[in-house]
């Protein structure tokens, strides 16, 4: 986990894939399958980033299109 944080990898992903009202589905989805695939994969030695990255889930929940919050919530479980 120490190669997260240093390389900002949470950042660098919340800004690519977040950033902006009105952010690229194909991102978002990206976005989200990424920090699905790092939860499951790093476990709970990702526990510390949930704090950072659930705004984003939950933003992703509310989204009007329905493949972003499909992916959101699968993110979510």
């Known amino acids: 986990m120490k ?7 949470i950042g660098i992903l919340q ?4 950033a902006g009202k009105k952010a ?3 991102r978002l989805q990206a ?3 990424l920090y699905e ?4 994969v790093q476990g ?4 510390p ?4 990255i659930l705004p984003n889930i939950m933003n992703c929940i ?4 329905e493949q972003v919050r499909v992916s959101a919530n699968r993110t979510n479980k």
Do not use: N, Y
Request: proline letters at 6%; a neutral charge; aromatic letters at 18%.
């Open 31 to 33: 976005g989200l399958q």
């Open 49 to 52: 980033f949930i704090k950072q």
């Open 3 to 9: 190669f997260f944080k240093e390389r900002d990898v």
């Open 44 to 47: 709970k030695a990702f526990e």
């Open 24 to 26: 690229d589905p194909l």
């Open 15 to 18: 800004r690519e894939c977040f």
């Open 37 to 40: 695939t790092l939860s499951f």
């Open 62 to 65: 509310a989204d009007p299109r």
